[in-house]
């Protein structure tokens, strides 16, 4: 499928609106990383589109203590896929996830 076509203005207000969501998405992360928001809070805020589009992966990584290999166990245990984004998880899978971080 082949891309629309856009102007040079188009592209640069498109550009402009996925920095502005790294940015955010990384301010984000970087308080999970400081312990101001835990995974918990996280998940409850998961109908919010910044932070349903944020993938699972990286928000665990952002927890202090959990490296690329810790994160991946953690979520073929609680049976979540690596590509899988937050506001996707059931309610099991976040359960799972949240019980797991805890003990």
């Known amino acids: 499928m082949a891309l629309p076509a856009m102007t040079a203005e ?3 207000k498109a550009l402009a609106k996925a920095a502005e969501v790294r ?20 998940f409850e805020r998961s109908g919010q589109d910044l932070v349903g589009r944020t993938r699972v992966v990286a928000v665990l990584r952002a927890v202090p203590g959990y490296g690329p290999a810790r994160v991946a166990a953690l979520m073929a245990i609680c049976g979540v896929a690596e590509k899988q ?19």
Not at 97 to 103: D, T
């Open 23 to 42: 940015t955010a998405r990384r301010a984000l992360l970087a308080e999970v990383a400081r312990g101001v928001v835990s995974v918990a809070e996280i």
């Open 85 to 103: 984004r937050v506001g996707a998880l059931n309610e099991q899978q976040r359960e799972r996830l949240v019980r797991a971080l805890i003990s």
């Open 10 to 12: 188009q592209r640069a």
